[in-house]
């Protein structure tokens, strides 16, 4: 179960503060149930956990065995919303069945050469996913490698694709009907960037290995917990310590752990906060950092750059595995001081250090700290941060489920392109 430490706002804000927020919060946190309010077409993610489809459910555990039979690699086509919780949950726990690589998060021809080596010669599938079903990175990524999957497997190859769209609209949808494709739904209610706990984050974490009832448990006992109307419930905290901290001039959240493998979240987290509050010219720029290798480049930064960041940092004690520092006879390198002592003991003690220290230099810090990372937990962490990320946006009075931003880029590079 994960904990909210605040230790690290002392001085930054009080509680007095806190509590004045407690009617913000509440109006903010019952706007994700009002039909009226900005963006109440895709608040579908906030019952998920509870209300999902059974049968796809079922269907998708089904077809993760199929795809663990009959493939040594998966590979999975999408970006933005469509990828992020499924990488992110795979770098955490990577596959123990089929290899699985992304692709069409980018338009770098050397990514994709890179992983059409991975497949060749190989037992493979794909899973494309896009909600709209025609995004140009995804769409050109898909095009390529079924042309691969066609050539290896003739007819075959449509049994080995498996298209993750909408029920009815899109030309991914119109395609895998057209071709007999096995698909699963986005629903209609539930954006990219909150839909990890629908097929689109399942299929692949199923097809690693990963139990996803656990996932969906995990899930469904934060939706449980963190629908606290109060301020004893932590989302309401952190979202009242960020949104009082971003008016102290705090402009920057930087999301930080002390594990490599969560990178990946830290790449969710700034699609999940950057696309749901960055408009109107207001929002937490998000970024991340992995500790302690960043503290060895931003660190100097964090510590005595600008003062407008603060960190939210996800410590877990048990990662899951520990070494002992072995004794040295000849103490050459003067760690001896430190041999029989477990690493992850060295690891608690830069995290203390690097809170105190930080926290001195005008950084606060909001800690997010969990027991271990299991897929249970995983699943609250995920729900917590869509729900905290849901108020948060209508406390800033924002949508947060729109992301009218994104289509300029493409805009002109359709112009570009000259696009029909
Ligand atoms: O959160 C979002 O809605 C976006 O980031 C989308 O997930 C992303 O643009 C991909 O869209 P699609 O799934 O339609 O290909």
Redesign the pocket.
């Known amino acids: 179960m994960l904990k909210l430490d605040l230790s690290k706002l002392k001085g930054f804000i009080s509680q007095a503060q806190l509590q004045v927020m407690a009617g913000e919060l509440a109006d903010a946190h019952q706007k994700l149930y009002d039909p009226t309010a900005p963006g109440a077409d895709f608040t579908g993610w906030t019952h998920l956990p509870e209300a999902y489809d059974k049968k796809e459910f079922a269907r998708i555990q089904q077809t993760a065995k199929e795809i663990q039979q009959h493939s040594d690699v998966l590979v999975v086509v ?5 990828y992020l919780g499924a990488r992110a949950a795979l770098e955490v726990f990577p596959s123990r069945g089929p290899e699985i690589y992304f692709v069409g998060c980018s338009l770098s021809p050397n990514e994709l050469n890179k992983v059409m080596a991975k497949v060749e010669g190989k037992r493979w599938s794909i899973n494309v ?7 140009t990175e ?1 769409a050109i990524a898909f095009r390529l490698f079924r042309d691969l999957l066609v050539k290896q497997y003739g007819p075959e190859a449509d049994r080995r694709i498996y298209a993750t ?1 909408d029920k009815a609209k ?1 030309a991914l949808k119109t395609l895998a009907d057209a071709n007999g494709w096995e698909t699963f739904v ?1 629903p209609d209610d539930v ?5 990890v706990l629908t097929a ?1 984050g399942l299929l692949p974490i199923a097809v690693g290995g990963s139990d996803i009832t656990q996932l969906m448990e995990g899930a469904h006992q934060a939706m449980v917990r963190f629908d606290q109307r109060s301020m004893d419930n932590p989302v309401w905290q952190y979202v009242a310590a960020r949104n009082l901290l971003y008016r102290q001039g705090k402009k920057i959240e930087l999301f930080c752990s002390y594990e490599p493998s969560y990178t990946f979240l830290g790449e969710w987290l700034k ?1 999940l906060f950057g ?1 749901s509050e960055g408009k109107d010219g207001l929002g937490l720029f998000p970024a991340s950092a992995q500790f302690t290798t960043d503290l060895h480049s931003l660190g100097q930064y964090i510590q005595e750059g600008e003062r407008n960041l603060f960190e939210t940092v996800l410590y877990v004690d048990d990662t899951g595995f520990d070494l002992d520092i072995p004794y040295s006879n000849d103490n050459g390198d003067n760690l001896n001081y430190l041999a029989g002592k477990p690493l992850s003991f060295v690891r608690e003690m830069a995290f203390q250090g690097t809170l105190s220290a930080h926290f001195d230099g005008g950084a606060p810090s909001l800690v997010l700290r969990m027991p271990q990372m299991d897929v249970s937990t995983l699943g609250e962490l995920f729900y917590f941060f869509e729900l905290s990320c849901g108020i948060s946006g209508h406390v800033l009075k924002v949508n947060p489920f729109n ?1 009218p931003g ?1 289509e300029a880029y493409k805009k002109n590079m359709f112009a570009l392109l000259g696009r029909p």
């Not at 996913?129 to 995004?135: D, E, L, N, P, R």
């Open positions: 999408g970006i933005g919303g469509s996913i896009s909600k709209s079903g025609g995004t995804p769209t899109g986005v954006g990219g960037r909150y839909s689109v699609q696309e992301q994104v």
